[in-house]
């Protein structure tokens, strides 16, 4: 038993989350949830953040993380994605890496097939499809965020912006991750990486 810690920089604003598992945690703490728009310092203040929801001598009794891994910003989704895999690997803990495009659509309620845009000066846009999928007809990612260059057409269906919002998206990503561990599903740090449709490295 232990806490569960959540990660997401997509966007300019970082999202902390710490959740406690029944019977673990401080009296019982409730879920703690943060933004902090860093911008370009996320470097340098990305642990401190985290520290101020999660203190570094309490990150041994973490048992499970999850990060977002984009499309966003290369280099602040990176930091997270490479600070979540290296406490899974030293703590050997799971660790669920969530598309932050999945995050939105499940907070905006998104109940058909709708296709998330994210608009890219003079590179065109990121789009995924998302809606109910599977047996249990849950909002599930149909297509992965993908790069349509400009003056590509995306394919029809119904368009609204992938914009982000923290600390809200961060929860869904706390919830996901809860679900996953009341399940009892393994999560390997290693496939974890960040989607960054337009990375100038291939399958980054």
């Keep these: 038993m232990g806490a569960v810690l959540a990660l997401h920089s ?46 570094a001598d309490q990150w041994p009794q973490i048992s499970r993380l999850a990060v977002a891994t984009g499309p966003g910003g290369f280099t602040g989704t990176r930091l997270t994605v490479v600070l979540a895999r290296t406490l899974a690997q030293q703590l050997q803990v799971p660790l669920d890496g969530v598309s932050s495009f999945l995050l939105a659509a499940r907070r905006l309620g998104i109940h058909q097939p709708t296709w998330l845009v994210q608009e890219l000066p003079r590179r065109g846009v990121v789009a995924g499809l998302y809606g109910p999928g599977g047996a249990d007809g849950a909002l599930t990612e149909l297509e ?20 982000a919002l923290l600390p809200d998206d961060v929860d869904q990503l706390l919830d996901l991750s809860l679900r996953a561990h ?14 960054y449709p337009t990375s100038p490295v291939a399958g980054l």
């Design 182 to 195: 009341a399940q009892g599903l393994t999560a390997p740090w290693q496939p974890v990486l960040p989607l």
């Design 10 to 55: 997509s966007s300019e604003v970082l999202g902390v989350g710490v959740r406690w598992l029944p019977g673990s945690g401080p009296v019982d703490a409730p879920p703690a949830l943060r933004a902090f728009p860093l911008g370009r310092g996320l470097s340098n203040q990305l642990l401190s953040c985290i520290e101020e929801l999660l203190p």
């Design 144 to 163: 992965q965020p993908r790069l349509f260059g400009p003056g590509t057409t995306l394919p029809p269906g119904v368009q609204v912006p992938a914009t």
